[in-house]
């Protein structure tokens, strides 16, 4: 019975081995990096207090959330008002999604089998790199910059264009008609023209398209009028959530954020009554994307996962059945087969539990799902106008009506407001990270284990 | 591009051979950026502006509207006798221009869904206006691009 024992040991060993070392929740990659709190308190000196807890991820989950962290963080100091720690977030962003991938060390280990696909530097979906540079375009007009302004909501277009169905591809409506804003601010009339073109024309197309729960898709926005010198956008509900489906959670999809009925937004001075109208459905432009060439890596190590469960299994009964014959019969041979059957059938089960074909659920998660715009002569003396919001019967919405600032540095102005708070998100973005006790050192940013511990 | 644009300025004779030299506004003002590309259109112009200030050797004066406001507080100060009317003597006005740089940059881009190869092609007109006639008399056009493919896991 000797050699019937230590087949068995040797089974349970590789077994014990083979799943405590592979079968774990979190990645290395997804584990936090340690930072020393002097290194913190620098970086985070000149962002706005409110927007720290955001801002400290940017240096907490390193280069592989950097984007996300970011676009988070600067969309915060934003709706705070603080366009200098805005837009310097947001340039790093934008360079970084703009930037060319090839040969990229994560990106090539997110294609293993053995390594989740959120290994790779977050550059966001299409739909959250066209917001990127959204914002960015934003930021220039309310600095007066427009030339740049419009080559930033041109760039956006430019991130719409992976949709599988090219049905979809770069129809980002809103864009097209703030390149179009930009432009006439800049003097470019013609290019303004055409952008305005392209603008109506994708709107409507969206609106063919479009199945909403909230039926606010008429939109009532017209090309601005050659007096009209203020741009007023506004911004309502949540952002698209990523959820996975599949037996491994290998399929990205899109549901949408918590609903809202805000069908139209007005825009009040003392004698000016402004409505912005609904011009883009971000769920929609997320979820229309269709398939990702990723999407196909993702079903294949889902499919090697498979597999090797199922050789696994099969193995595994059979060597147990082969062992029981063997413990019956006292035959040798059959103890041998039996044990090899065993230990291969523990490996593959151990490939199979190491194998990760989890989709990236990496969000931008205070992005809202509608933008509205809108546009109108207002004298450049007028600071301020108050937002009120209506849903689709022209009843007021429940919403807390907001002062917003009109801001005038060239030669237009812009009033941007949203009606939830760019800070009423979680300290961290959705599946970016792994819990708070998951740490490991950052040797070039942590000083020793004590200080780094008690940065924590 | 900006010493290619120099030289073809300093090779053109109704520019750099006219007695006397012309006076030139090179600034931002007037360049449009209608491409995808954001950039710094001041560290253009202020690069042009320095490359042809060297190279012209008098051949152009250069008109600094840009600080228009510091020379008309000056101007201002030295007629209200504060200051003295130091070694160049007063002028009757502030120096006007006959020609004023202005130009656009514009790009046309490509991505390839399947492939993700992303090609952009810029294209940088710059023309010198006369500020009187309205004409322009000096024209150059500077192009470059740019292809790359990004990874697969970001298309």
């Not at chain 1, 989950?61 to 705070?80: C, K, T």
């Not at chain 1, 909230?214 to 203020?230: D, F, Y």
């Not at chain 2, 931002?28 to 954001?38: A, I, K, L």
Request: overall charge neutral; aromatic content about 8%; proline content about 3%.
């Amino acid at each position: 019975m000797k050699w019937m024992g230590a087949s068995c040991a040797t089974a349970a060993c590789v077994l014990g081995l083979a799943v405590s070392g592979c079968q774990t929740a979190f990645q290395d990659h997804e584990k936090k990096l340690v930072v020393a709190p002097e290194l913190m308190n620098d970086f985070l000196a000149d962002k706005p207090a409110s927007t720290h807890r955001l801002y400290r991820n940017v240096l907490v989950h390193g280069d592989r959330n950097l984007v996300l962290n970011y676009i988070r963080a600067g969309l915060a100091a934003l709706d705070v008002g603080d366009l200098d720690a805005a837009e310097a977030s947001f340039d790093v962003a934008v360079e970084k999604i703009d930037a060319i991938y090839a040969d990229n060390k994560e990106a090539k280990e997110a294609r293993s089998k053995f390594t989740k696909e959120n290994i790779k530097d977050f550059k966001g979906e299409s739909y959250e790199r066209a917001m990127a540079f959204y914002y960015r375009g934003l930021l220039y007009l309310m600095r007066g910059d427009y030339g740049n302004a419009q080559a930033s909501f041109g760039s956006g277009l430019l991130q719409d264009v992976y949709a599988e169905d090219q049905e979809y591809a770069q129809d980002f409506a809103s864009l097209a008609f703030l390149r179009g804003w930009a432009y006439r601010c800049q003097g470019s009339e013609s290019a303004a023209v055409q952008s305005f073109k392209e603008a109506f024309a994708l709107h409507k197309k969206q609106l063919e398209q479009e199945v909403r729960p909230v039926k606010v898709a008429l939109s009532r926005l017209r090309a601005p009028l050659g007096n009209h010198n203020v741009l007023l956008v506004g911004e309502a509900g949540a952002a698209p959530r990523k959820m996975a489906t599949g037996q491994f959670n290998e399929r990205l999809i899109y549901r949408r954020g918590a609903p809202h009925s805000v069908a139209w937004m007005v825009f009040r001075g003392a004698d000016e009554h402004v409505a912005a109208y609904p011009f883009e459905d971000i769920f929609w432009q997320a979820s229309t994307r269709g398939g990702r060439p990723v999407d196909y890596i993702m079903e294949g190590k889902a499919a090697f996962k498979e597999g090797a469960e199922t050789v696994g299994k099969v193995a595994l009964a059979a060597g147990a059945a082969t062992g029981m014959y063997a413990l019956q019969t006292q035959d040798r041979n059959a103890a041998i087969a039996s044990g090899v059957l065993l230990l291969g059938g523990l490996f593959a089960e151990a490939i199979s539990n190491a194998t990760r074909p989890d989709a990236d659920l990496r969000q931008w998660d205070n992005l809202p799902e509608n933008i509205y715009l809108g546009t109108a002569e207002i004298p450049p003396t007028l600071k301020t106008l108050e937002v009120a919001h209506f849903d689709a019967t022209d009843k007021p919405v429940s919403y807390a009506n907001r002062t917003v600032n009109v801001t005038f540095t060239g030669q237009c102005g812009i009033a941007w407001t949203r009606t939830v708070s760019a800070l009423a998100v979680p300290d961290e973005a959705p599946d970016s990270i792994a819990p708070e006790y998951v740490v490991k050192k950052d040797p070039a940013s942590a000083t020793s284990n004590e200080a780094a511990e008690s940065a924590e | 591009m900006t010493d290619r644009m120099a030289r073809d300025m300093l090779g053109d004779p109704v520019l750099a051979q006219r007695n006397p030299a012309p006076r030139i506004i090179v600034d931002s003002r007037h360049f449009r950026n209608e491409s995808t590309s954001r950039i710094n259109v001041n560290a253009i112009t202020n690069r042009l502006r320095v490359g042809l200030n060297r190279a012209a050797k008098g051949r152009m004066v250069f008109v600094g509207r840009q600080y228009i406001d510091v020379v008309e507080r000056e101007r201002e100060l030295k007629r209200q006798g504060k200051v003295d009317v130091a070694t160049t003597g007063l002028t009757r006005a502030a120096a006007g221009a006959d020609y004023r740089l202005v130009g656009t940059i514009t790009s046309l881009d490509k991505r390839s869904p399947s492939t993700g190869l992303m090609s952009r092609y810029s294209q940088i007109v710059f023309e010198m206006l006369d500020l009187e006639a309205g004409t322009l008399i000096w024209s150059g056009i500077y192009e470059f691009e740019k292809a790359a493919a990004d990874d697969v896991l970001y298309r």
